[in-house]
């Protein structure tokens, strides 16, 4: 069965401070994929990155970056330079390619780390 | 816009009713799901639909039910066998595969 966990629940972080939110899996299938979700106030998921598991390669996004690490089965996501408008729930998800056909992509989520940023 | 629609925004149901969330996508997904989020737990899905006219329980589907007859609709009942119903409900819709999925602004149910 898959999982993802986040241990962070919670984090706070003046406005500025990098911060890096961490994600570990389980699974047992070898092609897979990995998905962040941003949740502000409003309620709407909003979709950052996917990433597949043949593709170890990090990525950077603007003040956005992840790193991927199969050899310890994480999906670390760092913010550079935070500021208050990240302030947000931050979810890391989970899709195994046994689960996805032509039609669907069932996610199993992660518990969600709630990032506070401060002026 | 395309998008994801869900309402009603607020919802509070009596102990004993049947309640239904609505989700209208006109993004032309084939897929649509539906998560419930608890504090602290992340999401859970509950049912999901592939193709119109077909769908498979979740996670956590007892106390749900669903329907497909649109290929934009896809609703959900509550109904008064699901125990704890006070939860956030999130509806997506995705184009297919490992395609990202796409989430409606959510619906709030409290029974009262």
């Known amino acids: 069965a898959q999982k993802v966990t986040q241990a962070q629940t919670e984090i706070s972080v003046v406005e500025k401070e990098d911060v890096t939110l961490d994600c570990v899996y389980e699974?047992?299938?070898?092609?897979?994929?990995l998905f962040w979700y941003k949740q502000p106030p409003s309620g709407e998921l909003v979709f950052l990155i996917r990433?597949?598991?043949?593709?170890?390669q990090n990525e950077i996004s603007g003040r956005y970056s992840w790193n991927f690490q199969k050899s310890t089965s994480s999906f670390n996501f760092t913010i550079t330079a935070s500021q208050v408008v990240d302030s947000a729930v931050y979810f890391c998800?989970?899709?195994?390619?046994?689960?996805?056909?032509?039609?669907?992509?069932?996610?199993?989520f992660g518990g969600g780390t709630r990032l506070m940023v401060k002026p | 816009d395309g998008g994801i629609t869900q309402s009603p925004k607020y919802l509070f149901r009596k102990e004993g009713q049947n309640v239904t969330l609505s989700c209208e996508q006109n993004l032309n997904h084939d897929a649509m799901y539906w998560y419930r989020q608890d504090p602290g737990q992340g999401l859970r899905l509950i049912y999901y639909?592939?193709?119109?006219?077909?769908?498979q329980k979740g996670d956590i589907a007892e106390g749900y039910s669903v329907s497909r007859e649109k290929k934009e609709s896809f609703p959900l009942t509550v109904t008064s066998a699901q125990k704890n119903p006070t939860a956030f409900y999130l509806c997506?819709?995705?184009?297919?595969?490992?395609?990202?999925?796409?989430f409606g602004q959510g619906t709030r149910l409290t029974v009262v």
């Open positions: 990433r597949n598991s043949f593709d170890e």
């Open positions: 997506a819709s995705s184009v297919g595969g490992a395609t990202e999925a796409f």
């Open positions: 998800a989970l899709s195994e390619a046994a689960l996805i056909n032509n039609a669907g992509n069932m996610l199993t």
């Open positions: 639909s592939q193709i119109v006219n077909d769908f």
């Open positions: 699974t047992r299938d070898t092609t897979y994929y």
